[in-house]
C-alpha cells in the first residue's frame, strides 16, 4: 500500500477544535500499527492542530493538503510517543517514573483508588488540563498513567472516586476547549468499559 492511501474515511467536517483531534485519535486508537485513516476538516485550525498531536502522540502525519477549504490528511497509527531527541527522552521517562509511583502510592491509599478515568488525546493535553484544574482549585481527583487495558502506549489520565465528580470535570474542561477523550470504568476485571458522557460533541 502506498504512502497515500488509507485504511479508513475519518469526516470531520462540521466539527471544530478541538473535537477533530478527539475524533482522529478515538479512531487512530481502534487500529494497529501501521494502518492509514484519511481524514477531512474544514476547521480552520486543524493543519496546525494535527500536525502537533500527530508529533506529541509517535503517529506520523503522511500528508496534509487543503483544496477549497477542506483540509485532508492521511496518518498513520504509530507505536506511541518516545520523544524525538535527548532532552524529551529524558523528560518522557521522568514522567512516567514520577506518574507510576504516584499509582504505586495511590493503590497503598484505598481511599484514593478511583472508580472512573477520563483520558486525553495526548500526554501534553492531560498535562495541560491538571495544571489548569489546579489552578482553579480543584483537586478531587488523581493523576495517573493511562492503563495498557485502555492504550498500550504512554498516556495520562485523571482518575475520580465519583461519576459525578468525573462528569463535572469533564464539561469544565471541554467547556474551556480542553480534548478529553472518554470516561472508563474501574472495573474488577479490568476491562475498563466506555461509559457515555454528557453532551457529547455537536457539529458547529
Not at 172 to 179: N, T, V
Request: charged share 30%; with cysteine; aromatic share 8%.
Amino acid at each position: 500500500m502506498s504512502r497515500a492511501n488509507a485504511n479508513e474515511l475519518l469526516d470531520t467536517r462540521g466539527f471544530f477544535c478541538p473535537t477533530p483531534l478527539i475524533l482522529v485519535s478515538r479512531r487512530l486508537k481502534r487500529l494497529p500499527p501501521g494502518a492509514k485513516v484519511k481524514v477531512l476538516s474544514d476547521d480552520k485550525g486543524f493543519a496546525n492542530d494535527i500536525q502537533d498531536w500527530a508529533r506529541a502522540t509517535g503517529n506520523r502525519l503522511l500528508r496534509l493538503e487543503e483544496r477549497q477549504g477542506c483540509f485532508e490528511a492521511i496518518l498513520e497509527r504509530g507505536t506511541g510517543f518516545k520523544g524525538q531527541n535527548l532532552w524529551e527522552k529524558i523528560s518522557f521517562l521522568a514522567l512516567g517514573v514520577k506518574l507510576h509511583i504516584f499509582k504505586i502510592l495511590v493503590s497503598l491509599l484505598p481511599f484514593k483508588k478511583p472508580n472512573y478515568l477520563l483520558t486525553f488525546i495526548s500526554v501534553p493535553e492531560g498535562l495541560k488540563a491538571d495544571e489548569w484544574l489546579k489552578e482553579k482549585g480543584i483537586t478531587d481527583y488523581v493523576l495517573l498513567p493511562v492503563p495498557r487495558e485502555i492504550y498500550p502506549h504512554c498516556g495520562v489520565v485523571i482518575g475520580t472516586k465519583t461519576k459525578e465528580v468525573a462528569e463535572d470535570i469533564y464539561k469544565l474542561l471541554k467547556s474551556h476547549k480542553f480534548a478529553v477523550e472518554d470516561l472508563h470504568l474501574v472495573d474488577r476485571r479490568k476491562t475498563y468499559p466506555k461509559i457515555e458522557l454528557p453532551s457529547e460533541h455537536d457539529r458547529g
